[in-house]
C-alpha cells in the first residue's frame, strides 16, 4: 500500500486514534467507581462542614465521615433533592446543595441554615473554576468562616468591600468581599440568596420544623 493513498492516510489516523483513546477510554472505565465514590466522599464532608458537624481541621477518613453522617444527617429528597436535615441542640439545621455561574465556569457549594431560615449556619465550596489567587479565594477558610452564624437580613446578605480579613459581626447580614475578586464575590451572594430563597419557600410551605 503506498504510504501517500488516502486509504493509508485512513487507516493509520485510525491505529494512531486507537492507541491513543482506546488506554484513555479503559482507564475512565476502570477508574468511574471509584471517582463517583470520591465525589460523593467530597460533598458529605462539606454537608457536615457547612451543617457544622464536622470541627474545622477535622482529618476523619472514609469511615469516619460514613459514619457520622449515618448518625447525624437525614436526606430529605421528598422535597427537594440535595436537601439534608441534622438535629442539635439548637434545633433543627438544614442544608442544600446548589450552585450557580461564576466568573469562568460553575459554583458548586453547600449552603445550611437554622429551621426558621433567620441565619446562616455554614457555608462550603464544593467546586469552582475561578481564578487562582483571586475569586479561587473563595475557598479560603476566612471567606467561608463569615457566613457561618450570620444572620440573614432581608432575605439575603450584603456585600461590602473590606481588606480580606472577614466581617467579624455576625449579626449585620454583611459578609466581606474578596479583595479584587467583587464579581466572583457577587456571584456567591447570588448563589448563597438563592439558596436562602430555596429554603424560606420549603419553611413556608411547612417543609421545615
Aim: aromatic letters at 6%; proline letters at 3%; a neutral charge.
Amino acid at each position: 500500500m503506498r504510504k501517500d493513498s488516502i486509504i493509508y492516510t485512513v487507516l493509520f489516523t485510525f491505529v494512531v486514534c486507537l492507541l491513543f483513546v482506546l488506554p484513555l477510554a479503559l482507564a475512565n472505565e476502570l477508574t468511574k467507581a471509584r471517582v463517583a465514590a470520591n465525589r460523593d466522599l467530597a460533598e458529605r464532608r462539606a454537608v457536615l462542614s457547612a451543617l457544622g458537624l464536622l470541627p474545622a481541621g477535622a482529618k476523619l477518613d472514609a469511615e469516619g465521615i460514613e459514619a457520622l453522617w449515618s448518625a447525624k444527617v437525614v436526606p430529605m429528597p421528598e422535597l427537594r433533592p440535595k436537601l439534608f436535615r441534622s438535629s442539635s441542640v439548637d434545633g433543627e439545621h438544614y442544608a442544600l446543595e446548589l450552585g450557580g455561574a461564576g466568573l469562568w465556569g460553575r459554583i458548586e457549594a453547600v449552603l445550611a441554615t437554622d429551621a426558621s431560615v433567620s441565619r446562616i449556619v455554614g457555608l462550603e465550596i464544593l467546586s469552582h473554576n475561578e481564578t487562582p489567587g483571586l475569586g479561587g479565594r473563595i475557598d479560603e477558610a476566612w471567606f467561608k468562616a463569615q457566613f457561618r452564624g450570620e444572620s440573614i437580613k432581608d432575605g439575603g446578605i450584603s456585600l461590602v468591600q473590606g481588606q480580606d480579613s472577614g466581617d467579624k459581626d455576625p449579626d449585620n447580614g454583611r459578609v466581606e468581599a474578596i479583595t479584587g475578586a467583587s464579581l466572583t464575590s457577587g456571584f456567591v451572594k447570588t448563589i448563597v440568596d438563592r439558596g436562602i430563597a430555596d429554603l424560606a419557600g420549603l419553611r413556608d410551605k411547612g417543609g421545615l420544623r
